[in-house]
């Protein structure tokens, strides 16, 4: 097929441009009148040459922008401030795409504003770019779109990702005095182990005494770090792809994310932060008078955790079922107390999108606590581990020496 640049004029006489493909012109001009606008002018996207197509293939290599969270979350913000302005959603992301100053970001508005032209919905536009919108992301647009309330979704995403950011930078701060004392602590047991234990081992030699079993043990590790680094650093990649591959397959997912909920230390921030998706998105999908059973096809897509989405799928059918939410949510056996008294009141209240809200604000604030006291959580671990190894490293050198010591002196 072949592209085609076309302009038209919509029911209102607005003029619409953009880029289609299709074997000729007069696909291009039922397509367009199929939509609602009168083709004005379609003509061939003109071709360059391979020479030119080449060098603006490197020019946009070299000047390309990344396109970064803080840009979607701005392009979430404009989007709701447009959208609740009553502006038309092509206008809207004309208007974001002539006032960006990321190259990336305006050919990206430019590829949706093409596929919104060619009849798609915006959340199918967004899937086209995966490596920008999360799926959670898209599946709030949809929840929007089939709602009528794409405005207050832009906005309830906007906070999301503000909430998100604000918790990634806490964790950063919390893990950075950590996270350099286990690189420290891995640095010094490499430099010991390389240098430092061969040395001790070749005067021991020279001693023909028997060792102690610590220090014999450190003498053995260290030669076999000498001799196998290379297969060390293959077995390290080997696990760390390994892992990828597994959580990448269905079922490892599904193990993996089961298993992220009894974690030490992270497991209970990852488990409220998901119970906080699940009953942040079940607030927006009752508030918009979506039916149960859809807004529970919604809830499971937003979830970002296979266990819990099939524990969300097992309630949709219960609910199929003739039971009540409660009583699906009782049967899940993966919420809490709380969260289960709030669904039983607001069952019975009628204000469940309201409780729901309140689950989740108040399971923020305590992933925001969670994480803030997280470095606090991990320093008592570390500065036992510090020990240990200091203890297993100074018994195992100088052991040997007070050994020969007492016995000169003897």
């Given at each position: 097929m072949q592209e085609f640049t076309y302009k038209g004029r919509n029911v209102r006489g607005e003029l619409k441009t953009g880029i289609m493909e299709g074997d000729h012109a007069g696909v291009i001009a039922d397509h367009l009148l199929g939509i609602g606008i009168t083709p004005v002018e379609i003509t061939p996207l003109v071709e360059t040459n391979p020479l030119s197509r080449q060098s603006d293939w490197l020019q946009r290599v070299f000047t390309a922008q990344p396109i970064t969270p803080m840009d979607v979350m701005l392009f979430s913000r404009q989007m709701n401030t447009l959208?609740?302005?009553?502006?038309?959603?092509?206008?809207?992301?004309?208007?974001?795409?002539?006032?960006?100053?990321?190259?990336?970001?305006?050919?990206?508005?430019?590829?949706?504003?093409?596929?919104?032209?060619?009849?798609?919905?915006?959340?199918?536009?967004?899937?086209?770019?995966?490596?920008?919108?999360?799926?959670?992301?898209?599946?709030?647009?949809?929840?929007?779109?089939?709602?009528?309330?794409?405005?207050?979704?832009?906005?309830?995403?906007?906070?999301?990702?503000?909430?998100e950011r604000d918790m990634k930078e806490r964790i950063t701060t919390a893990m950075r005095y950590p996270m350099f004392v286990v690189i420290a602590m891995g640095i010094a047991i490499v430099i010991i182990n390389l240098f430092v234990i061969p040395v001790f081992a070749r005067v021991y030699e020279g001693f023909h005494a028997d060792l102690p079993v610590i220090t014999k043990m450190l003498i053995g590790f260290s030669a076999f770090m000498l001799n196998y680094w290379i297969l060390m650093l293959v077995m390290l990649a080997a696990l760390v792809f390994g892992f990828r591959f597994y959580i990448g397959t269905i079922g490892g997912r599904y193990q993996w994310d089961k298993r992220k909920f009894r974690l030490p230390i992270v497991g209970a921030i990852i488990f409220k932060a998901t119970l906080s998706r699940f009953a942040r998105s079940m607030a927006l999908t009752f508030q918009s008078g979506m039916p149960v059973l859809q807004g529970m096809d919604v809830v499971g897509m937003v979830v970002d955790n296979a266990f819990m989405r099939q524990r969300i799928d097992k309630m949709r059918e219960g609910l199929e079922r003739g039971e009540s939410i409660l009583h699906t949510a009782v049967e899940a056996n993966v919420f809490t107390p709380m969260v289960l008294q709030m669904i039983a009141v607001g069952e019975e209240t009628g204000d469940l999108d309201g409780l729901m809200a309140e689950v989740a604000d108040m399971y923020e604030q305590e992933v925001k606590y969670e994480v803030s006291t997280l470095s606090a959580k991990i320093e008592p671990i570390l500065i036992v581990s510090l020990g240990a190894l200091v203890l297993v490293l100074a018994l195992g050198v100088f052991l040997p020496m007070w050994d020969l010591g007492k016995a000169a002196m003897h």
């Open positions: 959208l609740k302005a009553g502006v038309p959603i092509l206008r809207a992301l004309t208007g974001l795409q002539e006032s960006t100053k990321n190259n990336t970001l305006a050919d990206l508005l430019q590829d949706l504003r093409v596929s919104l032209n060619s009849g798609r919905e915006l959340s199918a536009a967004l899937r086209r770019h995966p490596k920008v919108f999360s799926t959670f992301y898209i599946s709030m647009v949809q929840v929007g779109e089939m709602t009528g309330m794409l405005d207050v979704t832009f906005d309830r995403l906007y906070a999301y990702l503000d909430f």
